[in-house]
C-alpha cells in the first residue's frame, strides 16, 4: 500500500452566499461563486500548496460546487502534476433547494439547541447524512492507495463541514468532540501528516468554542 506523506484538506475560498445569505433565495448552492477577496484568499493557498508540494505529483479531489472548483483553479498548480477528479460525495451540507433566508435562519436556531451533528434541515441533510457520504469517500480514499503508484499528496478541496467531518471519522472522534469544534475559515487549510509510526497526524487543531460534553465514557 503507498500510503500518501501528506493529506492536505481545503476549505474554498470567500463564496457570494459567505457575505450575503439572501442569494441562496435567487441561486442554487452549488452555482454559488467566489468573491474577488475569495480569489485572492484561494490565490494565497495556492501559493503555499506549490511551495509544499514542490516537483511531487498529487492526487486531487473537488467538491462538485461551483466555489471548490474556481478555489482549485485559483490554486494554479502544475496540471503535469496533478490529477484531478471530481467527488460528489465532498459537496456542502443540504440544505434544501431554494432557501427562505428567515426559514434558514430559524432552523440554524433549532440547530443549534438541538445539535450539529444529528439535526437535519428540511428537505436537507443533518450532519450525520453528511458523515455517512464522508465515510464512503473515506473508503474509496483507502482503496486508492492500493496503486503501487499512488501520488506521494492527496488534496481535498471541499467545504469546512466536510472537512471537520473527515478528521472526525480518521481519529474516530466522538460526536461530543465533533460539536465543539468550529470551521476553519476560507481557504484555510488542515494536514494529515504520516509519521515514522504509519500513523497520522493533524498539523494543527480546529478551534474549539465549547468544551466537548460526553454523554458517556468515549468522551
Same mark, same amino acid.
Given at each position: 500500500?503507498?500510503?500518501?506523506? +501528506? ?7 470567500? #463564496? ?5 445569505? =439572501?442569494?441562496? @433565495?435567487r441561486e442554487p448552492d452549488h452555482a454559488l461563486a $467566489?468573491?474577488?477577496?475569495?480569489? +485572492? ?12 508540494? /514542490?516537483? !511531487?505529483?498529487? #492526487?486531487?479531489?473537488? %467538491? ?20 484531478? +477528479?471530481? @467527488?460528489?460525495?465532498?459537496? @456542502?451540507?443540504?440544505? /434544501?433547494n431554494w432557501q427562505d433566508c428567515e426559514d434558514v ?18 428537505? *436537507?441533510? %443533518? *450532519?450525520?447524512?453528511?458523515?455517512? +457520504?464522508?465515510?464512503?469517500?473515506? !473508503? =474509496?480514499?483507502?482503496? #486508492? ?9 492527496? $488534496? ?20 461530543? @468532540?465533533?460539536? #465543539? $469544534? %468550529?470551521?476553519? *475559515? ?8 504520516? *509519521? ?16 466537548? !460534553?460526553?454523554? /458517556?465514557?468515549?468522551?
Open positions: 500500500m503507498a500510503r500518501p506523506r +501528506r493529506i492536505v484538506l481545503v476549505r474554498h475560498g470567500e #463564496s457570494t452566499g459567505n457575505v450575503d445569505d =439572501s442569494v441562496y @433565495e $467566489l468573491t474577488e477577496r475569495g480569489w +485572492r484568499q484561494a490565490e494565497e493557498t495556492g501559493r503555499r500548496l506549490r511551495e509544499l508540494f /514542490g516537483r !511531487e505529483r498529487v #492526487s486531487v479531489y473537488v %467538491s462538485p460546487y461551483r466555489r471548490t472548483h474556481q478555489t482549485l483553479r485559483a490554486f494554479d498548480l502544475d496540471p503535469d502534476l496533478i490529477r484531478v +477528479r471530481e @467527488e460528489p460525495r465532498l459537496r @456542502e451540507q443540504d440544505w /434544501g435562519r430559524l432552523q440554524k436556531a433549532y440547530r443549534d439547541a438541538y445539535g450539529h451533528f444529528f439535526y437535519r434541515f428540511a428537505q *436537507g441533510e %443533518s *450532519g450525520a447524512d453528511v458523515y455517512d +457520504r464522508v465515510d464512503g469517500f473515506l !473508503e =474509496s480514499l483507502f482503496r #486508492s492507495f492500493d496503486a503501487p503508484d499512488h501520488p506521494p499528496n492527496v $488534496l481535498i478541496v471541499t467545504h469546512g463541514l466536510a472537512m471537520r467531518l473527515f478528521c472526525m471519522r480518521w481519529f474516530h472522534w466522538t460526536v461530543a @468532540e465533533f460539536e #465543539s $469544534l %468550529s470551521n476553519p *475559515g476560507n481557504a484555510e487549510t488542515r494536514m494529515l501528516v504520516l *509519521g515514522e509510526n504509519g500513523k497520522y497526524t493533524l498539523d494543527r487543531p480546529f478551534e474549539r468554542w465549547r468544551d466537548p !460534553e460526553p454523554y /458517556g465514557i468515549t468522551g
